[in-house]
């Protein structure tokens, strides 16, 4: 058993677990954003899923598994840095590329940064959300009102704009880490491969997107309101 372990420490196994990691929490993202899109359809709606969500027996343990995954992504991608970094101590002047142009963009050059925002961001985000002030949703007896908990929270256009650049950061980072993750896990199929590609980048709009926009709804609709 320890020696099966030990192959994850190894620079193969670390690749692969950072993918696996990845994809796992990138297919966490689809079903949050799923479930947070709820809130178009109303308060009581969104209280009410919200409150089946929040009462399901599972709900701590995927949110154990959850910490765990996102512990064990961030530690081996730094880790995995710097080991490169030791590898490779002297900067070249000029980078040169033999064949191919470079494939390097922003975002990943850019992995480990916005790891690191989004580590911060998901620390207030579940401080705001999940053990921020407590309102008994109107006419739900002993239902938490997660719609006025994110109207409040979004009444602050400065909140708004921090929520915006992160999500920005969130498809920049899923923008590259998803092919990235399917690489690592040796998804180089030809045929199929450039189709799932395209669709994580496709994802990784929707995504950022769909919170941003939720963000700005909320921030518009406490306004008016």
Do not use: C
């Not at 050059?109 to 109107?138: D, N, Q, R």
């Amino acid at each position: 058993m320890a020696s099966r372990l030990r192959v994850f420490s190894s620079s193969v196994g670390t690749k692969l677990l950072i993918g696996i990691t990845g994809l796992a929490l990138f297919l966490y993202l689809i079903v949050h954003i799923a479930g947070n899109l709820v809130v178009f359809l109303g308060r009581d709606t969104f209280n009410q899923y919200s409150h089946t969500l929040a009462n399901n027996p599972l709900v701590p343990i995927i949110e154990v598994g959850l910490v765990l995954i996102f512990v064990i992504h961030i530690f081996k991608t730094v880790k995995m840095h710097f080991s490169n970094q030791r590898a490779r101590p002297v900067r070249y002047v000029k980078k040169k590329y033999a064949g191919a142009p470079s494939r390097k963009t922003l975002a990943s050059s850019t992995m480990i940064v916005s790891g690191i925002w989004l580590l911060v961001f998901v620390v207030i985000h579940v401080k705001a959300f999940k053990y921020g002030p407590a309102y008994e949703a109107p006419g739900l007896a002993g239902v938490h009102d997660l719609y006025r908990t994110e109207m409040d929270n979004f009444a602050n256009p400065l909140i708004v704009g921090f929520y915006v650049i992160t999500m920005l950061i969130v498809g920049s980072h899923l923008w590259h880490g998803v092919s990235s993750a399917f690489q690592s896990l040796g998804a180089d199929q030809p045929q199929w491969t450039p189709r799932v590609l395209v669709a994580g980048k496709v994802m990784a709009v929707l995504i950022a997107g769909g919170f941003i926009v939720i963000a700005v709804w909320a921030h518009l609709a406490g306004v008016r309101s």
